[in-house]
């Protein structure tokens, strides 16, 4: 009796094994078609400059993605999290042990910005803060030399893009329970506020920002590499590749896409440029200032310096570059408010039926701006572009101004705002690109309604686009100020 109920207990596993190979079979073979499927829809989309295209292709991309991280949610169920803070006493260790300095600074969480530094002690502007030592930074070269490198050589894109093989290495290392950089990878946040993350019902809410597009354009983008590599990885017979099989997912790709985007670094090595990621400095959040980091090639080690004084137990930060709010949107997931790096981009051509077309066109290649399909205005007190400016005095000539322009040799005064290249600009043309510049600012401006009463929850993506848009809106309303005035002086005259 005792044997019969064995082989039945026996038989029962082994149907319990077969249905789970068969619904893992089955779920691989719908991922298979929807994989499909979107990597078709990411190859054949142009941009065409129409929101309303890109945003219906967006939906369907986004449509198919969700059952994608359905599928493989069911594939791939994940372990519960240990919260990053509960692991930082283990990366404190690591990094120390590795020859880290960082003495008089703590790892802290602030307010409105996750974690970031705190300074337990006094730095005087220009004082050392913290060294990190080459060893402990997870780059595209040690990408290269690792079992990755086959691949990489195989395949065009990673060959050409460090930081998609940055990517895929670190997706390999977060894996590896042995791994050097575990320590590392485990304080990482678990997500990101980078728009790969962001809702449909989240990205709407961008209208009517420039930005919208090219969150769409990103999105689409990282999808397309996602459906790309997911096919290179199962249909491949690197030895690699079977390491990437089980953690290559959707989820996963653009958590490591994302830690990319907002923690790669450019770093000059004795043998050239690699992207890397510097732990500990990576945890400094961005405020207005200086460059204050550098690596030593001499000691092999980062070092970060006070950008300003700093006071015990005020947050440390760090100067990220001069970048408008649009970059630091997209590929931070963060805007930064009175930035005087900030722009807005505007989409300016000539149209097909213009009949002075190629003239125009013409004389925007002698000035290199013939391709140029988006101009930009800045904050603070010149908000005209250059490029701008060029492209204004050459849409609004008439046919005589044209052929006086076309025969100079490079018509450098067309780029200028100086009063002697506007007095060889001419008054009329002057008026005519102005006006014309202040009534498109003043349409766009007018189309940045008021934001309705809240009926939704205030979510930290939400307060990143409304935190853009006003910054946007400051923008133009600066602009249009700007151009009144110049109107002004130009009536006057």
């Given amino acids: 009796m005792g044997r019969k109920l064995q082989a039945k207990h026996i038989s029962k596993k082994r149907n319990v094994g077969k249905e789970t190979n068969k619904f893992h079979l089955q779920k691989r073979k719908e991922l298979a078609v929807l994989i499909d499927k979107v990597l078709k829809l990411t190859s054949v989309f142009q941009t065409t400059g129409n929101t309303l295209k890109s945003w219906d292709h967006h939906l369907e991309i986004e449509a198919i993605v969700k059952e994608i991280i359905n599928i493989e949610n069911a594939l791939y169920p994940k372990d519960a999290q240990i919260e990053r803070k509960e692991k930082l006493d283990k990366y404190l260790i690591w990094l120390r042990d590795n020859g880290a300095q960082f003495e008089g600074v703590e790892i802290s969480e602030f307010e409105g910005y996750d974690m970031g530094l705190k300074a337990t002690k006094d730095f005087p502007e220009d004082s050392l803060i913290l060294t990190v030592p080459g060893k402990l930074m997870l780059s595209e070269k040690d990408a290269i030399e690792s079992e990755l490198n086959t691949f990489i050589n195989a395949d065009p894109i990673l060959m050409n893009m460090p930081n998609i093989a940055l990517a895929m290495f670190l997706l390999l290392e977060r894996n590896k329970s042995e791994s050097f950089w575990k320590p590392y990878i485990d304080v990482l946040p678990e997500k990101y506020n980078t728009i790969l993350y962001f809702t449909a019902e989240e990205l709407v809410e961008l209208k009517p920002s420039p930005v919208l597009e090219s969150s769409l ?147 925007l290649s002698k000035l290199g701006l013939a391709r140029v399909t988006y101009f930009h205005l800045y904050s603070g007190d010149a908000p005209v572009s250059a490029e701008l400016l060029a492209f204004i005095r050459i849409f609004n000539m008439n046919q005589e101004e044209l052929s006086k322009w076309s025969s100079e040799g490079l018509p450098g005064d067309l780029v200028s705002s100086d009063s002697t290249s506007s007095e060889a600009v001419g008054a009329d043309l002057e008026k005519r690109a102005y006006t014309y510049l202040l009534t498109r600012c003043k349409l766009i401006r007018a189309s940045y309604k008021k934001d309705p009463e809240e009926t939704t929850p205030d979510t930290p993506h939400r307060k990143n686009i409304k935190l853009l848009k006003q910054c946007e809106v400051q923008i133009l309303d600066g602009a249009i100020k700007y151009l009144e005035n110049v109107l002004e002086k130009l009536s006057a005259k």
């Fill in 217 to 363: 354009k990103l999105y689409r983008s990282i999808t397309r590499q996602y459906a790309y590599f997911y096919n290179k990885i199962h249909a491949g017979n690197i030895p690699v590749l079977k390491s990437l099989r089980d953690v290559f997912t959707f989820d996963n790709y653009r958590w490591a896409a994302s830690t990319v985007m907002t923690r790669q670094n450019n770093i000059q090595l004795a043998e050239g440029t690699t992207t890397a990621f510097i732990p500990l400095w990576d945890m400094c959040n961005h405020e207005q200032g200086k460059i204050t980091t550098d690596f030593s090639k001499e000691r092999d080690r980062s070092e970060c310096y006070a950008l300003r004084d700093f006071k015990a137990g005020e947050q440390i930060f760090i100067f990220y570059g001069a970048r408008p709010n649009c970059d630091l949107f997209l590929h931070n997931g963060f805007v930064y408010p009175d930035n005087p790096s900030d722009s807005l981009s505007l989409a300016l051509g000539i149209s097909s039926g213009d009949p002075a077309r190629e003239t125009r066109l013409a004389l």
